[in-house]
């Protein structure tokens, strides 16, 4: 049907001309949109920047210190932020050291207009988002926040910094904002000021400094707590030469000055009493992990934070008892004792013994790596052994010496224990099954029990990349709060947590800047942390970490002393609480050193004076809590009492209700070798004569570093002391 009407209209050509004026004119609008917000971003901006006012040194904000908490977040355990203060004039400065700090911070400070858009940009973006606020601050930006600003963490105080250093640049010469600069910046060891730390640093003023010491302390701006000579010195070293390298890039510095420059020499540090016995050890801890967090210098120092740690007051005054009381009385000349404790589940630090006197010496002994673990870490190949269903029950060959896979070992006081369960070779410490063990089931999987366990890939001797057989016994060195960690992943049935000592930040106004929340990962299952446990709490029962008894409560242990008795270990946990002690020494130069004689014994175990600290201060630490036991492992693991541990007789049946034996044969062992290896004790392997064999052999190390491969075809002995029988103590390992 037609339609009556108008005629019908005409389908309207896509490309009809009546269509293309519109579509040319959103790009005008949006163009004179972005001119419009534009010209009134800078009007406001105008605005803002001329009734901004540039307070007088007089009138800037008084500094309020950190005050740091114990655990029960009321009893102040310390305060950050007392520091050193001493203005110079710029001319003071040498000009060298400028440019170091120009280079370091802002290598266009005499170019821009005080503030760096793209920075400021990248600080609101980060908040916005719940990322850091740090970042992209020119110097006078710097400045501007450390001298006038309060330290609240937002985007409106980034904008406030912004306009106050755009500001400055108008009213304030360039020489003027690069002296108060360095006169108020923080450089660590308490000290604000590039004078202050010239001192502090180096012993001598400002104007005595060279280039390579400038650069130090221009290095140090960045993160002084970070970049710690004392707790980083690799790290402060690396942006020592980024510093060196920026200065030859602007032409402050000539190629020829930069291939003579070296790496200064550091003063050590001076403490104040208020950091003696433990507080500086702990405050420092807890300083590292504010800038972790993201917290930047100034906050940690002048902010006004106030801060719950996790230390516990009741356990760190049982930390240093048990040190004082059990510890070594005589040949005690560069001992160092460390301790660390961690909540199994949490990763919270409830103690941690650095040293004898912050004041003294402020290399912390909890949180250094510098000592080998030895055979602390055959647990690690006890839990891969698990994981693969290598039964407790399983037989190893624990003759010694014994050669694996090219590699001559021997096991403490090279004695001989024949065909042993993997149960005994644990309690006993026995190094030729051990190795045995992690050639059957492969290094690879040690070593990646070991990282799940929560040791650090970054630790030294760890090899990743070049890992042998020698792996298991410990020839890394890991920090005692590396091994209480990982050892407390065990006690929380395979749950493994990141080590802590903050549980609370709270900014000066009140408002929580901060609050921790433990976080775990499975690094084992159930069955196989608890099967580890089961197999630990024997070493306390029947072997060598049979101080542990003492504690009267169920306990998990290891042992561990390395070759020329460089340190000793005792690492255990309960339920509730593991702690690692470690004991090594070291000469005048920092060298390790044997701590024979030591406390009067010939050899110093971990089952000697290691294992009775940590009695000590388990038992006054855990006090009358509740006396807890680990959980059972799976059906069929455990071990009756009655059941042997080694091969029985031939023709002599397994009693009933045991588990029968189940013999692991290995290539050729029991190759004579003229020397014996003390205790638990980090062996030095020697490879067979024939060069056919594709192994390298680790050279002979007496003092306990890693192992250094050798030509194959030319071994060479390894000389180990003869146990003394001098001084008396636990079973030996």
């Not at 049946?653 to 029968?660: D, L, Q, S, T, Y």
Request: a negative charge.
């Amino acid at each position: 049907m037609s339609q009556q009407g108008r005629p019908p209209r005409k389908p309207r050509s896509t490309d009809s001309p009546t269509t293309a004026p519109r579509r040319r004119r959103w790009p005008l609008r949006v163009a004179i949109g972005i001119v419009l917000l534009v010209a009134i971003g800078i009007g406001v901006g105008a605005i803002a920047v001329a009734t901004t006012s540039v307070p007088s040194p007089n009138e800037v904000s008084t500094s309020e210190a950190t005050i740091v908490y114990w655990a029960d977040g009321s009893t102040e355990l310390g305060r950050l932020g007392e520091a050193t203060r001493r203005s110079v004039p710029l001319v003071s400065v040498p000009i060298e050291v400028q440019n170091a700090v120009l280079a370091a911070e802002d290598r266009t400070f005499y170019e821009h207009g005080g503030i760096s858009p793209l920075g400021v940009g990248r600080a609101i973006w980060n908040n916005l988002s719940g990322g850091s606020t740090q970042g992209g601050s020119t110097i006078t930006q710097q400045y501007a926040k450390n001298a006038y600003l309060s330290q609240d963490r937002s985007w409106d105080r980034k904008l406030r910094e912004a306009l106050l250093a755009f500001k400055l640049e108008t009213v304030v010469s360039k020489s003027q904002i690069l002296e108060d600069y360095l006169n108020t910046i923080y450089f660590g060891r308490g000290a604000y000021g590039i004078e202050a730390a010239s001192i502090a640093y180096f012993g001598k003023p400002v104007t005595e400094l060279s280039t390579s010491e400038g650069a130090v302390l221009a290095s140090i701006i960045k993160s002084p707590s970070g970049l710690s000579p004392e707790e980083n010195l690799p790290a402060l070293e690396g942006r020592w030469v980024y510093v060196i390298d920026a200065m030859v890039e602007q032409g402050w510095l000539t190629p020829e000055e930069r291939a003579s420059a070296v790496f200064p020499e550091i003063a050590k540090a001076k403490a104040g009493n208020r950091l003696g016995g433990q507080t500086g050890f702990l405050l420092n801890a807890v300083t590292s992990e504010l800038a972790a967090l993201g917290f930047d210098e100034t906050e940690i120092q002048r902010g006004g934070l106030r801060i719950t740690s996790t230390f516990e007051r009741k356990a760190q005054r049982a930390a240093t008892a048990a040190v004082k009381e059990e510890g070594p009385k005589s040949d005690t000349a560069g001992l160092r004792i460390g301790l660390a404790a961690i909540r199994p589940g949490t990763g919270e630090v409830v103690a941690m013994y650095g040293g004898k006197d912050f004041v003294d010496d402020q290399i912390n002994n909890a949180t250094r790596r510098f000592a080998q673990a030895g055979s602390t870490f055959k647990p690690f190949a006890l839990a891969a052994a698990v994981e693969q269903e290598v039964p407790l029950s399983s037989m190893w060959d624990g003759d010694s010496p014994a050669t694996i896979q090219g590699y001559t070992l021997t096991n403490y006081g090279d004695k001989s224990y024949g065909k042993v369960s993997l149960l005994e070779a644990t309690e006993k410490s026995i190094n030729t099954a051990y190795v045995q063990v992690e050639s059957d089931i492969g290094v690879d999987n040690v070593a990646d029990a070991a990282l799940r366990a929560g040791v650090p890939e970054s630790t030294p001797g760890l090899n990743l990349g070049q890992l042998d057989l020698t792996f298991v016994l410990g020839t890394a060195s890991p920090s005692g709060l590396d091994m209480a960690n990982s050892y407390a992943t065990f006690a929380a049935s395979g749950a493994r947590s990141t080590p802590t000592v903050i549980k609370q930040v709270v900014g000066p106004n009140g408002g929580l800047l901060y609050e921790s929340d433990p976080q775990t990962t499975e690094a084992f299952t159930a069955d196989v942390a608890n099967t580890v446990s089961y197999t630990l709490s024997k070493v306390v029962t029947n072997g060598t970490g049979a101080t542990a008894l003492a504690l009267g409560r169920p306990a998990a242990a290891k042992t561990g002393t390395t070759d020329g008795n460089r340190s000793a270990w005792f690492v255990g946990y309960t339920p509730q609480l593991a702690t690692a002690v470690r004991m090594a020494k070291e000469d005048e130069a920092g060298i390790p050193v044997s701590l024979s004689g030591t406390g009067g014994l010939g050899t110093v175990t971990g089952g000697s004076f290691p294992a009775a600290i940590w009695v000590a201060f388990m038992k006054a630490a855990l006090g009358e809590s509740e006396v807890a036991s680990f959980p059972q492992p799976p059906a069929g693991v455990i071990v009756p009492v009655n059941c042997p541990t080694v091969l029985p007789p031939e023709g002599e049946e397994v009693p009933a209700g045991c588990p029968i034996p189940q013999i692991v044969e290995f290539g050729p062992s029991n190759e004579p070798v003229d020397e014996s290896n003390p205790g638990d004790i980090t062996p030095t392997p020697t490879a067979p004569v024939d060069p056919a064999v594709d192994v390298p052999s680790p050279e002979a190390n007496p003092d306990g570093a890693p192992l250094t491969p050798v030509d194959p075809a030319a071994p060479t002995p390894t000389p180990t002391p003869t146990p003394s029988a001098a001084g008396s103590g636990p079973p030996a390992e």
